[in-house]
């Protein structure tokens, strides 16, 4: 099929399924944020909802969004959104910034996260959550990860997290690990007071005893953690207690949800990770995250699902009669809220990007400028194989099928400089199409080894790039028009940007990419427009 057809086809495609969306459902499908968005904590205001995310490397961090009714969500900001924030220079892509938590209380929103391998935990507050954050508060004495923050019925405020050891530091089990609680002074911006080991888990075997969220439920204290590492044997499990310190007893029906009884072939895994919110109308819902699998692989990493929570004799019940996630089910009562869908082809006629491109780490200096309708990208030294920020900007995959496509003039005389699109999971899987001094070359990363699949003869000054994704076929092609594409390389696999021993924690992204490979150079590279569509009958 021609690519201008197959464009004017998922153009029709997005329209419909946009008009049909202004209807009001009875269901909603999960899940809920799509494409990279691990760790969500959420939290209530009157009737709005807002969420936050882990970011690991990627910049701006700490993606925040809101909502009305639990389904629709808009991104609104970013709470690490300047420079001097945080330092992520040479960090691995998936450390950086871990499991955040987003909390409100008396007017004023507390975010709390751990900055892994550069720092340690540290909190921020706002008055608005779209921003200013105010500068991190570093928690020196918090060890571990995955910090929590809790409001008492007295307003003091206590910091939860994870410590790697058993009693006294002594493992009883692999990776054994403790949910620790400490009183946290906000005046003050440290830890005070005693500090007291809650749980290991609820097993005698429990591994990673992590992401801990406290609340106090029909007058008891219920700490909902998640267990057994994010990956297959992750899980949800509960423990109780009448009083803040315990003991805390855990939950008869642990864990409270998992997908790891259902068999390597159930399409959603991974499950765990949980927060809870209350609706206005009393009603209890959790979001937590999973990977939606394709033949073993989970090209879209880690996303973020909705589960309806009954409470049952003080146990928690994930979507009661299921017990699982669901791809599809009954949506809550609450008035349905869509937002304005953001469009998919940026023409970059605004002089910022969008809050939908990132740079992987932070840019140490400006290396783009929009003008004239064009993104003019200046070559870098650095490269993305690399642990620095590089000439590269991109955003979030969110479908298995899909197409980007882009239009870029460029050229040079040296064998060293490169521009294109790339696809991007970290520095040991990628795949980046590029145009230098003599032609077109499409390079694949994997598990860190690097190859050049294909290299094309192309003196011309502009050229279309583009990557169809199709469940776990990737197709790149390139050409003069949108009606000449030119096909390289023959089908591949997306297992490249897949979780992996290298590829774990962050997520996919794709977009654009230039560099001088080491040497000092002034060429830029111009990108007349920039296009992400989803293509039809990609939900699984």
Not at 19 to 31: A, R, S
Not at 48 to 64: H, Q
Not at 71 to 83: K, Q
Request: glycine share 8%; hydrophobic share 35%.
């Amino acid at each position: 099929m021609k690519i201008t057809k197959l464009l004017f086809l998922l153009l029709l495609s997005f329209i419909s399924t946009t008009i049909k969306g202004q209807d009001t459902p009875k269901e909603f499908i999960n899940p809920i944020l799509s494409g990279f968005h691990p760790d969500p904590s959420i939290c209530r205001v009157g009737d709005d909802y807002y969420m936050v995310n882990s970011s690991f490397t990627w910049y701006p961090g700490l993606p925040i969004h809101h909502s009305r009714d639990l389904v629709n969500w808009e991104l609104i900001g970013h709470a690490i959104d300047r420079p001097g924030m945080i330092n992520l220079r040479n960090a691995n892509d998936n450390n950086g910034i871990w499991a955040p938590t987003l909390r409100y209380y008396d007017g004023v929103f507390y975010l709390i996260t751990t900055l892994y391998k550069g720092g340690g935990n540290f909190y921020m507050t706002a008055k608005d959550p779209r921003g200013p954050w105010s500068d991190p508060i570093w928690l020196k004495d918090a060890t571990g990860i995955d910090s929590s923050l809790f409001f008492d019925d007295d307003g003091k405020c206590y910091y939860m997290g994870n410590e790697y050891g058993g009693n006294g530091g002594v493992k009883q089990w692999p990776a054994q690990t403790s949910v620790w609680l400490q009183e946290l002074d906000l005046k003050q911006g440290k830890l005070v007071g005693p500090r007291k080991k809650l749980t290991y888990g609820h097993a005698n075997n429990a591994a990673y005893a992590e992401g801990p969220h406290l609340y106090k439920i029909n007058g008891k204290y219920v700490l909902v953690m998640a267990e057994g590492g994010t990956d297959y044997y992750h899980a949800v499990t509960v423990h109780q207690s009448r009083s803040l310190w315990g003991p805390y007893v855990a939950d008869k029906v642990n864990p409270v949800l998992s997908h790891r009884h259902l068999g390597k072939d159930y399409p959603i895994q991974a499950v765990g990770h949980a927060d809870l919110v209350q609706t206005q109308n009393g009603d209890w819902y959790s979001v937590v995250l999973g990977k939606r699998m394709i033949d073993g692989y989970s090209p879209l990493a880690r996303e973020t699902f909705l589960c309806k929570v009954n409470i049952e004799n003080s146990s928690l019940i994930f979507n009661p009669g299921y017990g699982a996630v669901l791809s599809r089910q009954e949506r809550p009562v609450l008035p349905w809220s869509p937002f304005k869908q953001k469009s998919m082809h940026d023409e970059f006629e605004n002089e910022t990007l969008s809050d939908d491109w990132y740079f992987v780490r932070i840019p140490e200096k400006r290396n783009y400028v929009i003008d004239k309708g064009q993104l003019v990208l200046s070559l870098q030294p650095e490269v993305v194989d690399s642990l620095v920020n590089s000439a590269m900007i991109i955003q979030k995959t969110k479908h298995h099928r899909f197409s980007a496509v882009t239009r870029m003039k460029f050229q040079t005389k040296k064998e060293n400089e490169q521009a294109g699109i790339i696809l991007y999971r970290t520095a040991n899987g990628y795949y980046s199409l590029l145009k230098d001094k003599s032609g077109i070359v499409l390079v694949k990363k994997h598990l860190g080894d690097k190859e050049i699949i294909r290299h094309i003869p192309y003196l011309e000054p502009e050229v279309y790039l583009s990557v169809t994704a199709d469940n776990l076929n990737v197709q790149f092609c390139f050409g003069k028009t949108l009606d000449n594409m030119v096909e390289i390389g023959e089908v591949q696999n997306l297992n490249v940007i897949a979780d992996n021993k290298l590829n774990r924690f962050n997520g996919p992204g794709v977009g654009i990419y230039a560099t001088s490979n080491g040497k000092p150079s002034k060429n830029v590279a111009l990108y007349d427009w920039f296009k992400y569509l989803p293509l039809e009958n990609d939900r699984l």
